[in-house]
């Protein structure tokens, strides 16, 4: 069969996750589980789980009805997607009680200063995540860690067997992530110790972009084009509880990544108009085909059909208001803000070059030794150690036609960047 004639197959879920989804629809029939998806006992549970009552920010419920609403509208998940959906609303109620808990216990957090911190923003599947990764070998940054992204508020234990738990929580995550979806290892591999997108920070709010994996496509809209303002002074009050809960002497300059900052970015310089700003770029017509895959893997693992083309619609037009909205904002950059951009293909072909560059346009100091962590780094997790990452552009209804008539002015501002890279 010539190549480009090679079909879809979509993702099969692991045995774990089919088997775990026989004996979960099996109790639903029993008259069981069938209010998994209520938010108001989502947050009776959460209530009831951390002795809080205060949610703090308003419009938690609200937000969370939005998602129901959609999920069952739209999605097919699965008994297992239902539960998990389930455990996120009560999780991120939990995270979101102790939130507004330690700051009324604590007031002087929010008086901690976020001096300049670091954004890796740009597409999904640009090179964020393998950014973030190198300048997160940076002794003089703090990334944080899955764990603590996942529960960012101590819980008040002594310090030491306090993070034991929580790392638990998160390896636990990682692990349940693996058996559920293992072809989410090779797009975007996960460890509970190793930095991690602040996108779970967000989800804290009810915020998410967990539509993605859930098929809640008009959430999806909603939460990419609605004001952001709010969220990020939510964000930004966890990110003071996350220094707050540093020991002393360790590194407080942040870095941080989430591809979805792009889509608000005049949010987050609003909020944080002194941030630096990393926006990444790839050739839209790998990246893009490489986003609607990683979407597929992740859906597979929680919906009974996950359809190529559904996705393929799904990306191309948000895509182009990430992207439009983003180069919007570049417009009205606060005199304290600084901006790179970093091009995919010089990551990859000249990954400590590119950094230092990065460096001396942010103003930030090069560590002895950082050159030589970077390769190390490289040797022991090269390019594809996780597996092929393996996708074409027509399983999503892609055309290159299409995508440089929808994303001209793009292209032609981002060709002065790198001639080879769009």
């Given at each position: 069969?010539?190549?480009?004639?090679e079909?879809?197959v979509?993702?099969?879920?692991p045995?774990p996750?089919?088997?775990v989804?026989?004996?979960?629809g099996g109790?639903?029939?029993?008259?069981?589980?069938?209010?998994?998806l209520?938010p108001?006992?989502a947050?009776?549970?959460a209530?009831?789980?951390?002795?809080?009552?205060?949610?703090?920010?308003?419009?938690?419920?609200?937000?969370?009805?939005?998602?129901?609403e959609?999920?069952?509208?739209?999605a097919?998940l699965?008994?297992?997607?239902?539960?998990t959906m389930?455990?996120f609303?009560e999780?991120a109620t939990?995270?979101?009680?102790?939130?507004t808990?330690v700051?009324r216990r604590?007031?002087?957090?929010?008086r901690i200063?976020?001096?300049?911190?670091?954004?890796?923003?740009?597409w999904p599947?640009?090179?964020?995540?393998?950014l973030h990764d190198l300048m997160?070998?940076?002794?003089?940054?703090?990334a944080?860690?899955l764990?603590?992204l996942?529960?960012?508020v101590?819980?008040?234990?002594r310090?030491?067997?306090?993070q034991r738990?929580?790392?638990?929580?998160?390896?636990r995550?990682?692990?349940?992530?693996?058996?559920?979806?293992?072809?989410?290892?090779?797009?975007h591999?996960m460890?509970?110790?190793?930095p991690?997108?602040?996108?779970f920070l967000f989800?804290?709010?009810?915020?998410t972009a967990?539509?993605i994996a859930?098929?809640?496509?008009d959430y999806?809209r909603?939460?990419?084009?609605t004001?952001?303002?709010?969220?990020?002074r939510?964000y930004?009050?966890?990110?003071q509880?996350?220094?707050?809960s540093?020991p002393?002497?360790?590194?407080r300059r942040?870095?941080l990544?989430?591809?979805f900052?792009l889509?608000?970015?005049s949010s987050?310089l609003?909020v944080?108009?002194?941030a630096?700003?990393?926006?990444t770029?790839?050739?839209?017509?790998?990246a893009l085909?490489?986003l609607c895959?990683?979407?597929a893997?992740?859906?597979?693992?929680?919906?009974?059909?996950?359809?190529?083309?559904?996705?393929?619609?799904q990306?191309?037009?948000l895509?182009?208001?990430?992207?439009?909205?983003g180069m919007a904002a570049r417009?009205r950059?606060?005199?304290g803000?600084?901006?790179y951009?970093?091009?995919?293909?010089?990551?990859?072909?000249?990954h400590?070059a590119?950094?230092?560059?990065?460096?001396e346009?942010l103003a930030?100091?090069?560590?002895?030794g950082m050159a030589?962590?970077i390769?190390?780094y490289?040797?022991?997790?090269?390019?594809?150690?996780?597996?092929?990452?393996?996708?074409?552009?027509?399983?999503f209804g892609?055309r290159?036609?299409a995508i440089?008539?929808r994303?001209?002015?793009?292209?032609?501002?981002?060709?002065?960047?790198?001639?080879g890279?769009?």
């Amino acid at each position: 069969m010539h190549a480009m004639s090679e079909p879809f197959v979509s993702p099969r879920p692991p045995w774990p996750s089919r088997a775990v989804d026989r004996v979960i629809g099996g109790l639903q029939r029993l008259g069981l589980g069938r209010d998994w998806l209520d938010p108001s006992l989502a947050i009776s549970r959460a209530r009831q789980r951390t002795g809080l009552h205060a949610l703090g920010m308003p419009g938690h419920q609200e937000r969370m009805d939005r998602l129901v609403e959609s999920l069952e509208r739209e999605a097919s998940l699965t008994s297992l997607g239902r539960l998990t959906m389930r455990s996120f609303l009560e999780e991120a109620t939990c995270n979101r009680l102790q939130l507004t808990e330690v700051l009324r216990r604590h007031p002087e957090i929010e008086r901690i200063p976020v001096e300049r911190p670091i954004f890796i923003v740009g597409w999904p599947r640009t090179g964020t995540t393998a950014l973030h990764d190198l300048m997160s070998l940076d002794p003089a940054l703090y990334a944080p860690c899955l764990w603590e992204l996942r529960r960012p508020v101590p819980t008040g234990m002594r310090i030491d067997g306090e993070q034991r738990e929580r790392r638990k929580l998160g390896d636990r995550a990682v692990v349940i992530g693996r058996r559920l979806a293992p072809g989410l290892t090779v797009a975007h591999p996960m460890h509970a110790d190793m930095p991690d997108e602040c996108q779970f920070l967000f989800d804290n709010d009810v915020f998410t972009a967990l539509f993605i994996a859930f098929q809640a496509d008009d959430y999806g809209r909603w939460m990419l084009s609605t004001d952001a303002a709010a969220f990020y002074r939510s964000y930004r009050q966890q990110l003071q509880v996350l220094l707050w809960s540093r020991p002393p002497g360790a590194a407080r300059r942040l870095v941080l990544k989430w591809p979805f900052h792009l889509w608000h970015l005049s949010s987050l310089l609003e909020v944080f108009p002194d941030a630096c700003v990393i926006q990444t770029h790839r050739a839209l017509d790998r990246a893009l085909p490489s986003l609607c895959n990683l979407t597929a893997i992740i859906q597979s693992a929680f919906n009974h059909r996950v359809d190529p083309l559904r996705i393929g619609a799904q990306w191309l037009p948000l895509s182009a208001e990430g992207i439009e909205r983003g180069m919007a904002a570049r417009q009205r950059v606060p005199v304290g803000a600084r901006f790179y951009d970093m091009v995919h293909r010089r990551l990859v072909e000249e990954h400590v070059a590119e950094v230092e560059r990065i460096y001396e346009a942010l103003a930030l100091s090069w560590p002895s030794g950082m050159a030589e962590r970077i390769r190390r780094y490289l040797r022991e997790q090269p390019r594809g150690h996780s597996g092929r990452h393996h996708y074409r552009m027509e399983w999503f209804g892609l055309r290159s036609e299409a995508i440089a008539e929808r994303f001209g002015g793009y292209l032609r501002w981002s060709s002065d960047l790198d001639p080879g890279s769009t």
